[in-house]
């Protein structure tokens, strides 16, 4: 039973990848496509936020002889990360669908669970959103990969036995560190984390719920607010030296629980935390880049006050949701 849904995944990843192999943009496209592109190649820093783990990727498949345009390889990645979305969503789909009907073991049934999932990859393979996001330099379609796989993580966390579960979460916090490299779009997956724990861990109640949703904000909140924006807020106020030491910090923090008190709850959410700071490291290129001065040096944030107005995005301007009218009247 297991090849053929080996069979329908891999079909899935083909099937796409030639698609989207064959409509693939020859060359740079336009509006972000060009500035991708020519970051990747030069490792120099893109408009704010910033986009490290994408421009290191980029960076590595420019190198390749695969076309001999440029733009061609690096638009390559858009291809392989999106027909990996489609194989991860067909294999999201199955286990859904065991979830609510059980297992596949007659005919009929494998038609069912494997064929509706192999449909409905195929549907999502060829939107207009996805398709379009397929074939050029852009980060959506890396987004989209990363989501993905967060999603499939915690079913495959959810299907696991719960004393060897853990290593599903931790992976999960790297995922998401390394994917703020990219997009902010991977956060959005945190309340379906926290959902499929919640049910799995306990039984419905309303409070139960509500703790969940409580916990989730939190969560957001010290991810986003913490780490994303928090690090260079931190940096800011009170020097680069300290804020690194508080960062390391959390290193023998974890050693403490993991090895010394050996709470296997603790651990695991110091250690989640750890991995999410680990991933998001990859920040540290675009401001040891701006120091170096590429040619493309959007922001220029060589210096603390220059990279917490490039994290922040302080040259959009704000937007009142209150008062938009004003907003829009104002230079």
Known sequence: MKYINNFFAVTAFVISFLAYLMTMAPTTSFWDCGEFIATSVIMGVPHPPGTPLYLLIGNFFSQLPLFTDIG?????????????????????????????????????????????????????AFTDSHWFNAVEAEVYSLSTFFTAIVVWLILKWNAEDDNKGERYILIIGYMLGLATGIHLLNLLTLPFIALIIYFKK???????????IGLTLISFIIIYLGIIK????????YGLYLTI??????????????????????????????LILIGFSTYSTIFIRASQHPNINENNPDTLKGALAYMNRDQYGDWSIIDRASTIKRD
């Open 230 to 237: 928090g690090i260079p807020n931190l940096a800011n106020s």
């Open 245 to 274: 030491a508080i960062v390391l910090s959390i290193f023998p923090i974890a050693y403490y629980f993991i090895f010394i008190i050996k709470n296997t709850t603790a651990s695991t959410i110091i250690s989640f935390f750890a």
């Open 72 to 124: 061609a390889r690096v638009n390559f990645i858009s291809v392989i990360a999106s027909s990996l979305s489609v194989l991860l969503l067909y294999l999201i789909s199955v286990q859904f669908i065991e979830i609510w009907r059980g297992k596949a073991n007659t005919l009929n049934e494998k038609i069912i669970t494997y064929g509706s999932a192999f449909i409905g990859s195929m549907t999502f």
């Open 202 to 212: 306990y039984n419905y109640s309303h409070m139960g719920l509500s703790y969940t």
